[in-house]
């Protein structure tokens, strides 16, 4: 992507687009005014600063992007300047512009990343402008980089938080299923507690449950499993009226028995016999 796209593309939070911006950093004038003289028709923003200070001062005034320097600067050296511009603004794409006899002195500053690349003086045109639009296509992809790596990083954050509700909901439905099961062994403990025999019956007709008392009771009569029509008919006849009573006699015993539909909201899930004997009755 060219420096004409990236201005395009990049904003302030006004609504204006925002120019990328170079700043040029000599203490001899006439070297400034040549610089600008040779990238006048590029589309960026240049500015500039006489000497070091005055381009920290720059810095601390304005949103740069590129940053060239000289190396000999009777203030402060384009090596520690840039050192402390890293420093600062670590996002900055910073290059030093100087001669050759120069390059020794900033070789551990570019080994260190406190400086991108040597620029050499004198300073062919065309190839400055092209160093100029690599360094602000690299600092575009730095940018991109960076906004992925934050957006990846919230995107984290928000599975995280995601994960923990999750977590917190699993647990919630694990105590209700321990809750669930202890009142239905609860449930099943005072059923088996009654002192009368209780059948349960399928939709179907088939007998798929009987307490205690039942089982005692009807002993000689394995019912589970049967179908109550060919168990106990008189109990079928009283499950057709889906509630009522009716007197049965099992194994010479006269029992008051009672039928209960059990329905859920929408689906009608059985039957309950209740079996009183007479004698109790």
């Known amino acids: 992507m060219t420096v004409k796209a990236m201005s395009e593309i990049s904003a302030t939070d006004s609504g204006t687009p925002a120019r990328p911006t170079l700043l040029l950093v000599d203490d001899e004038d006439s070297i400034l005014s040549a610089l600008k003289r040779t990238l006048r028709r590029e589309t960026y923003r240049v500015l500039t600063a006489n000497g070091g200070r005055a381009g920290l001062d720059e810095l601390a005034r304005s ?23 890293k420093e600062l603004y670590p996002d900055t794409v910073r290059m030093v512009l100087s001669g050759y006899s120069d390059l020794q002195s900033v070789t551990d500053a570019i080994n260190e990343g406190a400086i991108y690349k040597f620029l050499s003086k004198p300073w062919d045109d065309d190839m400055l402008k092209a160093e100029i639009e690599e360094a602000f296509r690299r600092k575009e992809l730095h940018d991109e980089n960076r906004r992925l790596n934050q957006q990846v990083r919230a995107t984290n954050a928000e599975l995280i938080h995601l994960n923990v509700q999750l977590q917190e909901a699993l647990e919630a439905q694990r105590r209700r299923a321990v809750l669930g099961e202890s009142v239905l062994a609860t449930v099943q403990e005072i059923v088996n507690c009654l002192p009368v025999p209780l059948l349960g019956v399928d939709p179907d007709g088939l007998l798929v449950f009987a307490n205690a008392n039942a089982t005692k009771r009807f002993a000689r009569h394995p019912l589970l499993g049967t179908f109550v029509a060919e168990a106990l008919p008189a109990a ?44 109790t009755a």
Do not use: K, N, W
């Open 63 to 85: 949103r740069v992007d590129v940053i060239i320097s000289d190396q000999r600067m009777p203030d402060m050296s384009g090596v520690d300047f840039l050192r402390q511009a």
């Open 236 to 279: 079928a006849e009283l499950m057709a009226q889906e509630h009522g009573e009716t007197r049965m006699s099992i194994d010479g015993c006269a029992y008051r028995v009672s039928c209960h539909a059990i329905d859920s909201i929408m689906l009608q899930r059985g039957y309950l016999l209740i079996f009183i004997p007479e004698e």
